[in-house]
């Protein structure tokens, strides 16, 4: 997630940011092109486990993942869309946290309880999304298929 803007120096000055995820990492509960994003710095003692984060990778990109658990000052990591767990992560390489999702200009709190529920739920389902995901890449072409089936008859 690189920007023509250092959102690092913007986070430390105490600014509110506003990006569009870009990739597929965070797919389903970020879509890119889709939702937007608010992250804002934060206090890593505050952090746990189901926040999305801004982190920068060791000597590397930002990244945007959700933290899956805690060790002390040490975070593990996961996107939506990924089974891998990525870390430790020192709490320096955090560098804000995601307070609110927009959605086709609905805004959602990420301290929404559905939200939490239903981030908690996917987060609990990581050993299962690559079965998952085919499940629902599966349905999708089945039901696109019947629609266009419809469509032409």
């Given at each position: 997630?690189d920007t023509g803007?250092d959102?690092e120096?913007l986070l430390?000055?105490?600014n509110?940011?506003?990006?569009k ?28 486990r ?6 920068r990778?060791?000597?590397s990109i ?7 658990r ?7 990591m ?6 891998q767990?990525e870390g430790p ?12 999702v ?5 805004t959602?709190?990420a ?9 908690s739920?996917w ?14 890449h599966?349905?999708?072409t ?5 629609k266009?089936?419809h469509?032409?008859?």
């Open positions: 997630m803007f959102l120096q430390e000055e105490g509110r940011i506003r990006v995820p870009q990739g597929y990492s965070m797919y389903p509960l970020l879509v890119p092109g889709r939702d937007e994003v608010v992250i804002e710095q934060e206090d890593p003692s505050r952090l746990r189901g926040d999305i984060v801004l982190f990778r060791e000597g930002l990244v945007l993942h959700r933290i899956c805690r060790c002390g000052d040490y975070f593990f996961v996107g939506d869309n990924q089974k767990i992560i020192g709490s320096t390489q955090i560098k804000g946290k995601v307070t609110t927009i959605r086709g200009g609905r959602i709190s301290e929404n309880r559905l939200y939490r529920m239903y981030s739920i987060l609990c389902l990581r050993p299962l999304r690559p079965v998952l995901s085919k499940m629902a599966c349905l999708k089945l039901f696109r298929g019947k266009g089936l469509n032409h008859l």
